[in-house]
């Protein structure tokens, strides 16, 4: 009895390696593989069709010792800046809202997460028009003709907000799943000991809704460091004759390898993003349990 329990134990365990194989190749091939041939390359000169020559540490010396690779770096730091904290803010009272008691909360649900659906570029172009220094409506109805996207001091904060527009519905969503999961006995309870709205908010909704906005901010800080279609679409021709004063470290990897073909270049720039955005998320994990709450 012991020996055929084994037995299709054994069978059920080589059917189950057969159905993930799929995914585990996928990985291999598809992540795993390119990884340590980004990492190689890091350490290369491309000389083209293939061929690389070893130079060790050189391209990480001349990417740390570049201006345009810091201030692409800056640019990427001051956009999670300016998208993260109020994107949350912002997604969190949209999701308040519709948790209310409002009409047509259905409808305002599908309004504002219609922006997910739509392809990036898409959208990046539409508020490119709406940008426009001469035309965009934007400025029509500031009665100024702020270069939004062709002015270095304007042009990350045009991406961040574009990225900040198209993102708050999603976020909503999640927010609003996670209000909906808090059980209404606690409010009830804290009513009935006469809490305000306001304490009732700071000591039952934030807590107990606290590992939503937590996967919120890990995956906004992880897109935020690979921002890349907004500024290639927007910013006229890779940022309309202001250089690299507008790129962030995704689009600077990009013109490198695309445009000046420094494939170990930006090989390098590629390791060098993986291990900041490693380690950023690293601490938020380390930091989660200081003020991430659970309803256990």
């Known amino acids: 009895m012991n020996k055929k329990l084994s037995a299709a134990a054994k069978r059920e365990e080589r059917w189950g390696w057969f ?15 390119p990884f340590v041939q980004t990492l190689y390359s890091s350490f290369c000169e491309h000389l083209g069709f293939g061929h690389y020559k070893f ?15 810091w201030k692409a770096t800056w640019n990427t730091v001051y956009f999670c800046i300016l998208t993260v904290p109020v994107g949350i803010a912002l997604a969190l009272l949209v999701a308040l809202l519709l948790n209310a008691h409002v009409k047509f909360k259905g409808g305002f649900r599908t309004i504002f997460f219609l922006p997910l659906v739509c392809a990036p570029a898409a959208i990046a172009m539409a508020w490119r028009w709406i940008f426009n220094t001469e035309y965009g409506i934007l400025n029509q109805i500031l009665g100024g003709k702020i ?5 270095p001091k ?66 906004t ?43 170990g270049y930006a090989s390098a720039i590629a390791v060098i993003l993986a291990i900041i955005i490693f380690i950023i998320t690293a601490i938020n994990f380390v930091g989660q349990n200081k003020w991430v709450k659970t309803m256990d």
Request: charged fraction near 10%; avoid cysteine.
């Open 221 to 263: 800080l992880i897109g935020g460091f690979q921002v890349f279609v907004e500024v290639q679409v927007m910013t006229p021709s890779g940022n309309g004759g202001i250089g690299y004063s507008a790129a962030t470290i995704v689009f600077y990897l990009y013109q490198k390898a695309f445009e000046s073909y420094q494939l």
């Open 154 to 219: 304007t042009a990350v904060l045009a991406v961040a907000i574009v990225s900040v527009w198209s993102s708050i519905g999603y976020d909503a969503v999640l927010l609003l799943a996670g209000l909906q999961n808090i059980p209404r006995s606690y409010y009830e309870a804290a009513m009935v000991d006469g809490a305000s709205g306001w304490q009732k908010f700071k000591s039952i909704t934030v807590p107990l809704l606290s590992p939503v906005p937590f996967y919120i901010l890990v995956t």
């Open 147 to 151: 270069q939004w996207i062709t002015d």
């Open 55 to 69: 130079i060790g540490l050189q391209n990480y010396k001349d990417m740390f010792g570049n201006t345009e690779f």
């Open 19 to 33: 159905m993930i194989a799929p995914t585990i190749i996928g990985l291999v091939v598809l992540n795993l593989w």
